[in-house]
């Protein structure tokens, strides 16, 4: 199993007595509905599985579903003989393509004859487009590609050697050369591979290059069709933000240039909003938004007009920019920057753990790559991301820290280094232990 850690929430929740229903929410090809199908038929003796997709296009059993009776009916036709009030498990899989079964919910758990547990790829677009959401009847859990971690584990590592190099993180503590070399070697081979459940197997299977890009391209081309089937008035200028992102992020600023969208004068950022907002709910973009006045929290002094857009996977951003040319990754050539590679896998990261994604920006000062919240100091922790050598030169960051106003005791510096220092305010970590942040 590629996913530990959500396996372990699911399987946790349905063995749990909790008065909402599940749902993971996610982009599409990251594995939802394969392990939710592990995990309830190992733990149910009755299985359900109802894909709303495959219903929408083509029998539309629960399209006019309007009551709980309704429901109980339209899957007898699919599984009768499996609906017994125990011991059986419904997964409504792709929900989103019925948003009216999202209400219906509340009533299905509190009628308590069966367990239930939904999956949404355009979740995050049904919900914000909905007004009849059950809020309190509901519990949403976002899943990502796997992380560095879960590559770890994927690769032959166990709990008891993760423990480890995370009780090396917790007590700042370098590791020793053979390791280091060992876990940057894996590291730049999840920055190839990235954390699509199927470009992992991939790789593990065959460790051909060529049969991971394939899989990787084809998802990245299914993202930007996706777009199509569900915006189809504002399908091309989606596509065209989602092409653009590789190459923004090869730019110095690395932000969204709303007069690179279309070719037409007056155009403002808040035109775009939509687009913007379908790709991120959507799951397969992630968002770092602007921040001049780092105060904690920091949503509450986001700004709104200058953001920056990461691919939602690591092993699909170097495919673009690289394609079967490992060596640019994997033999650190002078020639090839990757500091986009490595902020990109940062964002991930990041997001994965959690983390609202916010930089600093500020035109005297320059920027600092990301900025997250401490909600244990309630104090902004910075983070600059280095993939050269020259990683102890961050002036917008020493800028940052040495701001009084701002009050912040703390920065991260990470990198190829080795090394764990705590040099001032500063705190230099090898790149890998972004996993444990």
Known sequence: MLYRKIEAYIEDYLKSDSNKILIVDGARQIGKTYIINNVGQRLFENYIEINLLEDSISSRLFANVKSVEDFYLQVSMLAGDKMKEHNTLIFLDEIQEYPELLTLLKFL??????????????????LSRSSSI???????????????????????????????LKSKYNNKESLDESTHLKIMDLFKKYLLVGGMPDAVNAYLESKNIVNVRTIQSEIHEYY?????????????????IFDMIPSN????????????IENKKGKRFADYQDEFDYLINAGIALEVKAISNPVFPLVESSGKNLLKLYLNDVGILTNILYRNNIRAILDDVKSINLGTVYESVVASELKAHGHNLFYYDNRSKGEVDYLIDDYDLLSVVPIEVKSGKDYTVHSALNNFLNNDDYGITQGIVLSNNREVVQKGKILYLPIYYVMFI
Not at 109 to 126: C, P
Not at 136 to 164: C, Q, R, T
Not at 226 to 240: G, P, Q, S, V
């Open 109 to 126: 758990k509190k009628d308590n004859k069966f367990t239930y547990i939904a999956s949404g790829s355009l979740l995050g677009v049904t």
């Open 134 to 164: 059950p809020i309190g009847s509901i519990e949403v859990k976002h899943m990502y590609p796997l992380d560095f971690e879960e590559f770890l584990y994927a690769n032959g590592f166990n709990s008891f050697s993760i423990d480890a």
């Open 224 to 240: 930007g069709l996706d777009a199509a089937k569900y915006d189809k008035e504002n399908k091309l200028k989606i596509k065209r």
């Open 249 to 260: 992020l090869e730019n110095k600023k690395k932000r969204v240039v709303v007069q690179n």
